[in-house]
């Protein structure tokens, strides 16, 4: 049997919740656009193979404009030339934070600083969400 975290702890899952809001609230400051921030969820729950989180984001990517030719080709978004730079470099900030032991380049010069660190915190939450859902057993049905 196993346990839903959400449920299990509700005050930690909702630090989580609140984290996530939060970091929305700091990619709207930074000028990062919201399909971005949905294409780095995307992104990390398809390394992390969490499939409730990408039926949850991939929904939410398509309500809010994005194309379903960019979400089928993102696992391969290097060889493709339907990413801006800045997209391209929250991608990348996403694939080092989910492989960790691999985060060794600087920044891309297409985000600020502050565009930046916004990701790295979109990431490390979205890896957070993904073992939740994942350690959870969350069903996931069509």
Known sequence: MSTDLSTAIPDAY?????LSEQCDRAAAEAG??????ELVRIRVSQLNGCAFCLRLH????LHKGESTDRIAVLSAWRETAYFTDA???A???????THISGLAAEDSP???TQQAA????IAITMNAFNRIAI???YKIGP
């Open 14 to 18: 909702q630090s989580m919740l609140t």
């Open 32 to 37: 990062i656009e919201p399909l971005t921030v």
């Open 58 to 61: 991939v929904r939410d990517a």
């Open 87 to 89: 997209e391209m470099a």
């Open 91 to 97: 991608l990348e900030i996403a694939e080092k934070i």
């Open 110 to 112: 297409a985000l600020t």
């Open 118 to 121: 916004t990701l790295k915190w």
């Open 135 to 137: 350690t959870s057993h």
